[in-house]
């Protein structure tokens, strides 16, 4: 997920759009047991401005797992919005990500919001019941005998 901005500025522009479906690990994941479904997409564009970079745009990404609640599988999906400036001056505010010899790589920044975006838990639905404490039945399949 690299962008070449001299060449970009080589070229005489000083915007352009982006696409890139990359592979995470998946130990990315913090849920237990759950697997990135497919790549991972980021969409976007770059504009250059003097010695920083804004890189605007999407990353979207599924996780596979089980439901929280009940068990079953759940598939969480989820599009994340970004804005973050790149620069390439060594006092820049670090708040700001670094990029070197006219290349802006975006993964850790990639990898940094799909960290923070991860839930807690996925469920299978939002009405989801889960399971009898007493039991263990899938109260979303069949009800229970037990005395709640």
Avoid at 13 to 24: G, L, P, V
Avoid at 89 to 103: E, F, Q
């Amino acid at each position: 997920m690299v962008i070449d901005v001299k060449k970009l500025k080589y070229s005489g522009k000083d915007e352009c759009s982006f696409h890139f479906d990359a592979e995470f690990d998946d130990a990315l994941i913090t849920l237990p047991d759950a697997k990135f479904l497919s790549p991972v997409s980021v969409t976007g564009t770059v504009t250059i401005g003097g010695n920083t970079v804004l890189a605007e745009g999407e990353i979207e990404y599924s996780v596979g797992g089980q439901c929280s609640r009940c068990l079953d599988s759940a598939i969480f999906h989820n599009i994340v919005a970004f804005s973050e400036e790149f620069s390439d001056r060594k006092d820049a505010d670090p708040d700001v990500y670094p990029y070197a010899k006219g290349l802006v790589d975006l993964s850790d920044m990639v990898r940094e919001k799909i960290i923070f975006s991860m839930p807690f838990a996925i469920y299978c639905r939002d009405d989801c019941k889960g399971l009898c404490p007493v039991c263990g039945a899938n109260l979303n399949k069949s009800q229970c005998d037990c005395n709640k």
